[in-house]
């Protein structure tokens, strides 16, 4: 029988052993046998229990939490052959969003179990890896003032309440350099680098991004008080290509730097603060499970 290996922030869930009863009963509906259990911790989120998985040949891991969990289990996966399933757990999970994977967790297990393998790019931020998003200035912000307190109290509203205290920070001038062409000098409030392209609610913060083109897509924004954030929000939901305030390129490698440092994050997780960064793309390192009519 087929084994998979569970990588779980145990931070997510309320009722563990409900959690497992329920991923055993549909891996014994579908044919696999009882699974490896390995759960995330501060120090960890995902990447070494991954690895264990990976060493333990089973056949497939799933990765339950938020975008967090996902990234650093697809850090240890990128590259094997073995699939990545995705059970959300999280606030965001601006992955499975983005990729039409289910959100119900028996769902959600079933797509992982039966479903088909898509081979989706992986980005490189500053040696690091992402899958979603990766970015620095407002949005890394944002992300660093949503606790998990008020994220547990009002979910991805928590992002929205985070932002608000930050719609008068000042822009800082930036300068960007696609594919070793000319460089681009903008005042900005964030560059965003992604795989996928739609935030919370569908909006197309980049809505070319195609996570198995061979390409990443930056978007630049620069905003500064209500009325300037309304307007460049009315931009982006237009899905304009350049204005005053908005610019986007297309890549497989980026150098940003800044004036002064920044916050910066990578698919939701702030990492520290930081005058540059260096973004490529590996063109179908990722083997993730989704629902075979998609692939």
Known sequence: MKRAAVVANPTKYEDREKFREMVRTEMSVHGWSEPLWLETTADDPGTGQAKAALAAHVDLVLASGGDGTVTACAAALAGSGVPLGIVPAGTGNLLARNLGLPLELDEALAVALTGADRELDVGIANGRPFIVMAGLGFDARMLDGASEPLKKRVGWAAYVLSALQHLQDRPVRVTLRADGGPPMWRRASAVIVGNVGSLQAGIPL???ADPDDGLLDAVVLTARGWSAWLALAMHVMMRRHATGQLARVAFRELS????????????????GRTLQLLVTVHQGKLCLRVPAASS
Do not use: M, S
């Open 206 to 208: 980049l809505p070319d």
């Open 256 to 271: 940003v730097n800044v004036a002064r440092a920044q916050p910066w994050q990578l698919d939701g997780e702030v990492v």
